[in-house]
């Protein structure tokens, strides 16, 4: 067999002759080969930030420790956000990063963003989803879409001195949004708003919601539109949402009962609201991504010193090879996450397409995020186990995770369907 084949290879073998025949091109290319080395090399590590953006992520890590970490285990204990900290977000100017100064916004980058979320969740992966969706979702939304009007009203507020909420998500309407139930009548100038809506992030602070209702159930998703409303108009929000974790976030059920909103607050334009939603939450996958690469971090950071001071059979348990192995493994995966989740930021912030890197991110975040709460628990053993010590917090609020701004089936199917249509055209 092999006898039979040697032939073949033989003929592919390039003949002297022919290789000094191809040398002077190979030559001519050494110049445009180097050249493009040294170009590469001045391309920036994807952990190479502006001063702007570093600057902010060590006074973010700063407030997050001073700030947010002395109020932390009072604020899960009775799942309500402190006061102070909220005012704190807002002081430091971390609830409107991207938006423009002239609506007293921090114009900050995407990144800066990305960042804030991140350094958040090291401490408190609460604070951080709150910061989050206001940042990733809500302004992002006014920003994009919103008439001028529009922004002069909400943005300013946003930015200063309050929350608003995102309110997609129904009782038969998660993962589907296709088959929302709310609705909206037009009413002369206004439109008639009834419907309920659950898991809503940020709903028991909140005083503007962005809610999305059919004008046209005829037309399917194409009837879905947004509109702002306000909570004076009406808006009833029920009990908290008692949950496993991110307890200080508050999660609740919302009901518009014949709520009057002006034809003036829709925001964009009528029918265009999943579309609008659609490409904010792939935006917002990158902001999960980054909480939850945080709270690994977080995790992580609590626990390691641990390892070098606990003392078995006469040495750190961090210097025994089967611990040494596993938390190798972790940082390493860490790592990765965190480069997923700054390349889907980076991308984003270009322009280019980042819809799958954002799949991607999200998903691989949230299964690192996973995998280092319950090995930190392993690892620290019993301690670990008691509410005495962060590990066993950020291990509850990993979970959400997998399962808010879409599933990680969801993501999957997200990043397949993109690579389908990739490979097969």
Not at 72 to 101: N, R, S, Y
Not at 359 to 382: D, F, H, N, P
Request: proline share 3%.
């Amino acid at each position: 067999m092999f006898s039979a084949i040697r032939p073949r290879l033989a003929s592919v073998v390039a003949k002297p002759a022919v290789l000094n025949a191809v040398r002077p091109r190979l030559y001519m290319e050494e110049k445009f080969f180097s050249q493009a080395a040294v170009a590469r090399s001045n391309i920036a590590s994807l952990h190479t930030l502006t001063e702007d953006e570093a600057l902010l992520k060590e006074s973010v890590a700063r407030f997050a420790q001073e700030q947010v970490l002395p109020k932390v285990q009072k604020m899960d204990e009775t799942e309500k956000l402190d006061a102070d900290v909220l005012k704190g977000l807002f002081e430091q100017g971390l609830m409107g990063i991207e938006t423009d100064t002239k609506y007293d916004g921090s114009e900050s980058s995407f990144m800066s963003a990305i960042l804030t979320i991140e350094e958040l969740a090291k401490v408190d992966p609460s604070i951080s989803v709150i910061c989050d969706v206001q940042n990733t979702l809500v302004n992002t939304l006014f920003r994009k879409y919103a008439s001028d009007d529009i922004k002069e009203r909400y943005l300013p507020r946003l930015a200063t001195d309050t929350v608003g909420c995102f309110c997609l998500s129904e009782a038969g309407s998660g993962s589907d949004a296709f088959a929302l139930q709310t609705r909206a009548v037009k009413d002369g100038d206004n439109y008639i708003l009834n419907g309920t809506k659950m898991w809503i992030t940020n709903s028991g602070e909140a005083e503007i919601f962005l809610v999305f209702a059919n004008v046209a159930p005829e037309k399917g998703y194409k009837g879905i539109t947004c509109f702002v409303v306000d909570k004076s108009m009406g808006v009833k929000v029920n009990k908290k949402e008692s949950k496993l974790g991110i307890r200080a976030s508050s999660t609740c059920t919302l009901n518009f009962d014949d709520i009057v909103v002006p034809a003036g607050n829709i925001l964009g334009e009528v029918g265009k609201g999943y579309k609008y939603a659609i490409e904010i939450l792939n935006e917002g996958r990158i902001g999960i991504a980054a909480q939850m690469l945080g709270l690994a971090q977080g995790a992580f950071d609590a626990t390691l010193p641990y390892l070098f001071q606990r003392k078995q059979f006469g040495q750190n348990i961090g210097s025994f090879q089967g611990m040494q192995h596993q938390y190798a493994q972790v940082a390493m995966e860490i790592e990765a996450a965190r480069l997923l989740t700054y390349n889907a930021a980076r991308l984003k912030e270009q322009g280019k397409p980042f819809v799958k890197e954002a799949a991607m991110a999200k998903l691989y975040a949230s299964q690192v995020a996973e995998k280092t709460a319950s090995r930190c628990i392993e690892w620290a053993g019993g301690i670990g186990f008691t509410r005495d010590y962060p590990i066993e917090k950020f291990y509850r609020d990993c979970k959400i995770g997998a399962i808010y701004e879409g599933t990680s089936n969801i993501q999957l199917q997200t990043i397949a369907k993109i690579l389908e249509k990739q490979y097969s055209s």
